[in-house]
T-cell receptor, first 108, second 119 residues
Framework: GQNIDQPTEMTATEGAIVQINCTYQ??????LFWYQQHAGEAPTFLSY????GLEEKGRFSSFLSRSKGYSYLLLKELQMKDSASYLCAVVRNTPLVFGKGTRLSVIA | DTEVTQTPKHLVMGMTNKKSLKCEQH?????MYWYKQKAKKPPELMFVYSYEKLSINESVPSRFSPECPNSSLLNLHLHALQPEDSALYLC??????????????????FGEGSWLTVV
């Protein structure tokens, strides 16, 4: 199957660090993307992981363990504008199958 | 520039109407995609075009008809839609089909979407 699991909702405080996990079935895995989507807007590319390890990009980092079928997105120094849905997406024989997304609420 | 342009941004159509959604990119990308997204759901793949040829049709009903006139344009023709087809329709593109080796050049970039309401 294409099961991609993420927590449905998370809440974090402004200025804090939050980690959003994503697990997926490893068969046929070809790469993993993270997208941010604000309500009523299109998904915006954040990061991609092909090989194991951590990819850092400013306040955002993404980690991948291919053997464990596991990834996380780390957001540092949270800002109110980071309140959005975060979508984990996997490439296999079908390009970009999305998880159901994690709705992150950043509170003051 | 990572811009994918979609028109119209909003469309209201009756169940007997024929309309089209349009998508354009000038990044030289050879793969283009249509996704459908319902409220509070993730995007779902509908079609993939690679080098102007349809490579994936995810069992989409025939009332949705894609067309790729050239490497920069992707259309979605709509006919006899149902109210449940109301959704956000997202166009996307990437340098090559994302199933091929995933690298920075194969990132899929999305347009802002077309909000479709079928009445």
């Amino acid at each position: 199957g294409q099961n991609i699991d993420q927590p449905t909702e998370m809440t974090a405080t402004e200025g804090a660090i939050v980690q959003i996990n994503c697990t997926y079935q490893t068969s046929g895995f070809n790469g993993l993307f993270w997208y941010q989507q604000h309500a009523g807007e299109a998904p915006t590319f954040l990061s991609y992981n092909v090989l194991d390890g951590l990819e850092e990009k400013g306040r955002f980092s993404s980690f991948l363990s291919r053997s464990k079928g596991y990834s996380y997105l780390l957001l540092k120094e949270l800002q109110m504008k980071d309140s959005a849905s975060y979508l984990c997406a996997v490439v296999r024989n079908t390009p970009l199958v999305f998880g159901k997304g994690t709705r992150l609420s950043v509170i003051a | 520039d990572t811009e994918v342009t979609q028109t119209p941004k909003h469309l209201v159509m009756g169940m007997t109407n024929k309309k089209s959604l349009k998508c354009e990119q000038h990044m030289g990308h050879r793969a283009m995609y249509w996704y459908k997204q319902k409220a509070k759901k993730p995007p779902e793949l509908m079609f993939v075009y690679s080098y102007e040829k349809l490579s994936i049709n995810e069992s989409v009903p025939s009332r949705f008809s894609p067309e790729c006139p050239n490497s920069s344009l992707l259309n979605l023709h709509l006919h006899a839609l149902q109210p449940e087809d109301s959704a956000l329709y997202l166009c996307a593109s990437s340098q090559d089909d994302a199933r091929d080796r995933v690298n920075s050049g194969n990132t899929i970039y999305f347009g802002e979407g077309s909000w479709l309401t079928v009445v």
